[in-house]
């Protein structure tokens, strides 16, 4: 209530900030290997399809209410209601949803601290600090908690700075050096032996495999993680963006920077296992499935580094930087999310309140680190699977049900003054408020079978 509302400065800060969200570990490390996992090219269509039809829609439904709210998410569902049900309905939705924000970020920060150690293990190699290079390749209780306290302060550093010299510099910084590193990389790997390979089983698609539910359903579930959505972060983003940017188009932008990089990192990744193979790196697991989940990122990637010599060290350097990144320009959206809830609603101050929220999430993660084996997987699926369908089938009803039409048309003209002749404006009030709450609804119930 006491510090004035932040904003971002132009579109391209916002753009930034929302891709830098959006672009996370779920990009570059989960879509190329569920493509992979999943029948190649026909993962990488069933996955652009659906993030059009659901996550565009459920994306611009957070936008909408974000800016037209100016608030965080409890504010801004508790002003939609009129009556003191629907305002009720409004505030629980949003505590919940800042609380899933909260639980992402806990055991998002343990992933995202091991890609800090896999960081330092080479750093500390080409400086010659042989006993840090090793401490950094254990697994012991304390370098887990270590890395992941470090990386949870990175985030609220950032997060106490504020709108535009926390979240919009640090994007717009951090975004431009990924593009980069993801390109030089994506060089580098392809002209290698063996990366071919990766190629074919990464977009040959093998359509027998759009016939399974099984497919469309993580499709949509990386979709959802991937846009951010559900959680209040990117209602929050919209909130900071100015009445003069036109909404559909920001997030058509976010969308298409997200799908985009999604796609170029399977470029980067499926090669690079290839290549492991051909170097004779083992890249199937015990009962022959692709190691796709840790074992990729941190075994097989780092014997491949170690077998290329001196380039390795560097290409080890240059890859968890770019993973570190990622994850660091995702958790500062996702502590915003708690963190504008705290500063709107109480007396507390923003560094105080990231402080303290970051302290709380602190906590969690480690006590999933000491519980790891029950603890963690519980946590995604609670979170990615469950919540996050979950939340956003209700943000597209309260836009859609709850919201007053003009208010809704109004904000879609705002910086968009000839929307009224494009297909968005003729379909999308009428799809968020019926058929893409349906739709995720429909794919959410086959989960729980
Ligand atoms: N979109 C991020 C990723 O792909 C994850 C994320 C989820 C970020 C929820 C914010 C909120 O890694």
Redesign the pocket.
């Known amino acids: 209530m006491s510090e004035p509302r932040g904003q971002f400065s132009s579109k391209i800060g916002f753009l930034m900030a929302a891709s830098g969200?959006?672009?996370?570990?779920?990009?570059i490390w989960?879509f190329p290997t569920q493509a992979a996992s999943n029948g190649g090219g026909a993962f990488v269509l069933a996955y652009l399809v659906l993030a059009f039809l659901l996550a565009y829609p459920a994306l611009m439904a957070e936008l909408v209410i974000g800016r037209h709210a100016r608030a965080n998410i409890v504010t801004a569902l508790d002003q939609l209601g009129e009556r003191p049900l629907t305002k009720r309905l409004g505030r629980a939705v949003g505590y919940y949803g800042v609380l899933i924000?909260g639980l992402?970020l806990s055991f998002?920060a343990i992933v995202a601290g091991w890609m800090l150690a896999e960081f330092g293990k080479p750093v500390a190699h080409l400086i010659g600090w042989s006993g840090a290079e090793q401490w950094l390749g254990g697994d012991s209780l304390v370098r887990n908690l270590l890395v992941c306290g470090i990386f949870t302060a990175f985030t609220v550093a950032i997060i106490a700075k504020g709108v535009e010299d926390g979240i919009e510099a640090w994007s717009t910084r951090l975004m431009p050096l990924l593009f980069i590193i993801l390109l030089g990389l994506i060089l580098y790997v392809l002209v290698q032996p063996g990366a071919t390979d990766g190629l074919k089983t990464y977009l040959i698609p093998d359509f027998r495999q759009l016939a399974d539910p099984g497919l469309l359903l993580s499709a949509m579930g990386q979709a959802f993680?991937?846009?951010?959505?559900?959680?209040g972060?990117?209602l929050i983003y919209g909130s900071y963006l100015r009445k003069d940017d036109s909404l559909p188009r920001m997030g058509a932008a976010v969308t298409l920077l997200?799908i985009s990089i999604a796609f170029t990192a399977g470029l980067l990744i499926l090669p690079a296992m290839y290549v492991a193979q051909h170097q004779g790196i083992a890249i199937y697991g015990d009962n022959g499935e692709l190691l796709a989940g840790p074992g990729l990122i941190f075994q097989v990637l780092p014997s491949l580094f170690a077998n290329m010599g001196g380039a390795g060290t560097w290409l080890s350097v240059a890859f968890f930087a770019l993973m570190s990144i990622?994850?660091l320009t995702?958790?500062i959206?996702?502590l915003e999310?708690p963190v504008s809830v705290v500063t709107e609603r109480t007396r507390l101050k923003r560094s105080g309140a990231a402080w303290s929220i970051g302290a709380v999430i602190f906590v969690i993660s480690a006590l999933i680190i000491a519980n790891m084996s029950t603890l963690f997987d519980a946590t995604v699926s609670l979170t990615?699977e469950y919540s996050?369908p979950l939340l956003g089938i209700a943000l597209c009803l309260f836009v859609g049900w709850i919201m007053h039409r003009n208010q809704l048309l109004n904000e879609l003209k705002a910086g968009h003054q000839d929307i009224e002749h494009s297909l968005f404006w003729k379909i999308w009030p009428f799809y968020v408020r019926i058929i893409c709450p349906l739709l995720i609804l429909l794919a959410f119930i086959q989960t729980l079978r």
Not at 21 to 27: D, E, H, I, K, R
């Open positions: 969200s959006a672009v996370g570990l779920g990009n989960g924000a992402i998002y993680f991937s846009l951010s959505l559900g959680v972060t990117m997200d990622a994850a995702s958790s959206s996702m999310a990615t996050q």
